[in-house]
């Protein structure tokens, strides 16, 4: 899950599994999969970038408790 910003400036909780899509027309709009969407203060860019440190902190939570490891450059590239 991520924080973002909605447009009228108050926080909200998003699981990335309920999000359809985003899309940037100034602001950024997440459509989720039950029809609903946000308006939220993040662009596209740094929606992207907090989805990516969050799946990243999973993989290595996930490796660290099989006591292995992984490179940045791993999770880059999605392996």
Same mark, same amino acid.
């Given at each position: 899950?991520?924080?973002?910003?909605?447009?009228?400036?108050?926080?909200? #909780?998003? =699981? #990335? *599994?309920?999000?359809?899509?985003? !899309?940037? +027309?100034?602001? +950024? &709009? &997440? /459509? /989720?999969? =039950?029809? *609903? +969407?946000?308006?939220?203060? *993040?662009?596209?860019?740094?929606?992207?970038? @907090? &989805?990516?440190?969050?799946?990243?902190?999973? @993989?290595? =939570?996930?490796?660290?408790?099989?006591?292995?490891?992984i490179? !940045?450059?791993? &999770?880059?590239? =999605?392996?």
């Amino acid at each position: 899950m991520i924080i973002l910003t909605k447009i009228n400036g108050s926080s909200c #909780l998003i =699981n #990335l *599994e309920t999000i359809k899509y985003i !899309e940037q +027309s100034p602001d +950024s &709009v &997440v /459509f /989720f999969t =039950n029809g *609903e +969407s946000i308006i939220v203060t *993040e662009s596209i860019t740094d929606i992207q970038r @907090l &989805v990516e440190k969050h799946k990243t902190s999973i @993989l290595k =939570n996930a490796l660290k408790d099989s006591g292995k490891t992984i490179t !940045e450059d791993a &999770v880059a590239c =999605n392996i």
